[in-house]
């Protein structure tokens, strides 16, 4: 093997730059929603048999698993992506490429996260020789809903890998810049439904009804001190009531009011208090107010939290990709991503790529109508997951 890969690494790298831009277009111009992800997945595991990988599909649904083996033995190391799109209406606007699929959008970035994939796939095939073990690449369905990860691993995805590396395009953040943590990096993404029930009657004669609907304002009142006067403000949390439901007309005294919520929080014993006390508080307070309360909790996936010795190698990893000056200590954000299965299983690393156009002071969120990534994004992403894998591998 040689002794220093770099040179080589560079020039498979810009060999594949304009490459991974053209297939991030044409996945963006035909996003799929979650599990329905098949034609990514075939144009996955068509270019990964190309590239000689040895390729296995319907994994735990619509994913795809590709091992290619290096030059000798060693670790089996995985580098997963993200394929589903959102069930979001693409704005009109000037961009490099549109959905051509009515109300479904990739207005998260996935489109880049496989396109970078595919890139990994052909700079890692090129360079065959320099590295050993095996390189296993996981294109994961259904991140959106946080339903594909799981089935994946139940499915064999990480049977005999070391590590796990995965990143996010992320537009508040500059493209050329990466952000890296070896500790949470996303919260947890649980839902609660709460279901209120009281004695409906006439609008003019409430003394003689259990109002759910005053019950419900209570509880979503009090269920906001649970961030406010119970977590320590230095902590990213978030408790969000985002659907309410009940009654039928401005005169009548609903039955019942159902909430439906969210609950983020970036360690797991903090996300089991939490909603814990979702049900304690909701209980509490309907009932002092003679109301009964029918609780859920479903579960969505744990944070995501790297392992340090795996975030120090992508930091050096980014370092070398763009320069000290541009990397910077990730803070743990409350939004979720179902990458937490696999490193709850395996040590490694999700690190941020900015994606946002520096030229553009306010951008779409992500999940909006007019998001978009910057393109220039992708090889900075191709880099810095290559390098890291690279590190792991010799």
Not at 13 to 29: G, P, T, Y
Not at 185 to 196: C, N, P, T, Y
Not at 340 to 355: H, S
Request: glycine fraction near 10%; hydrophobic fraction near 45%; include cysteine.
């Amino acid at each position: 093997m040689s002794s220093d890969p770099r040179p080589r690494v560079d020039t498979e790298l810009a060999a594949v730059a304009a490459r991974i831009v053209e297939i991030r277009r044409d996945l963006h111009r035909h996003p799929e929603l979650s599990h329905q992800e098949t034609r990514t997945a075939r144009i996955a595991a068509a270019r990964c048999r190309e590239l000689g990988f040895s390729v296995r599909e319907g994994v735990g649904g619509t994913g795809v698993i590709a091992d290619l083996q290096g030059g000798g033995p060693g670790p089996t190391v995985m580098y997963r992506a993200d394929m589903d799109a959102l069930p979001v209406d693409e704005a009109e606007g000037d961009r490099p490429a549109r959905s051509e699929v009515p109300g479904v959008m990739h207005a998260c970035g996935h489109d880049g996260h496989v396109a970078i994939a595919l890139g990994v796939a052909e700079v890692m095939a090129g360079l065959r020789d320099e590295w050993r073990g095996t390189l296993r690449l996981c294109f994961q369905p259904a991140e959106e809903i946080a339903g594909g990860a799981a089935p994946m691993i139940e499915a064999g995805a990480l049977e005999g890998v070391e590590r796990a590396l995965g990143l996010h395009l992320w537009t508040p953040l500059d493209t050329g810049r990466v952000a890296v943590t070896g500790a949470s990096l996303f919260g947890s993404a649980d839902e609660f439904r709460i279901v209120i029930r009281g004695t409906g009657g006439h609008g003019g004669l409430p003394h003689l009804s259990i109002d759910p609907v005053v019950a419900a304002a209570h509880v979503v009142v009090a269920l906001q001190t649970l961030v406010a006067r119970e977590v320590a403000p230095d902590r990213p949390v978030v408790v969000t009531v985002g659907m309410i439901r009940g009654g039928r007309a401005h005169n009548v005294i609903a039955e019942q009011v159902q909430l439906d919520g969210t609950v983020r929080a970036p360690g797991q014993a903090l996300r089991e208090s939490l909603m814990r006390r979702v049900e304690e508080v909701a209980r509490a307070v309907a009932g002092g107010l003679r109301a009964q309360v029918d609780f859920e909790m479903v579960a969505g996936c744990p944070p995501v939290v790297n392992d340090p010795d795996s975030a120090e190698t992508v930091r050096r990893a980014a370092v070398e990709a763009v320069g000290e000056a541009n990397v910077e200590f990730a803070r743990p954000l409350t939004v979720g991503d179902d990458m937490a299965c696999f490193l709850e299983r395996v040590p490694g690393c999700y690190f941020l790529v900015g994606a946002g156009d520096p030229a553009i002071a306010v951008r779409p969120p992500h999940h909006h109508a007019q998001f978009d990534i910057d393109e220039r994004a992708l090889p900075i992403g191709l880099s810095t997951a290559t390098r890291a894998l690279l590190a792991w591998l010799r």
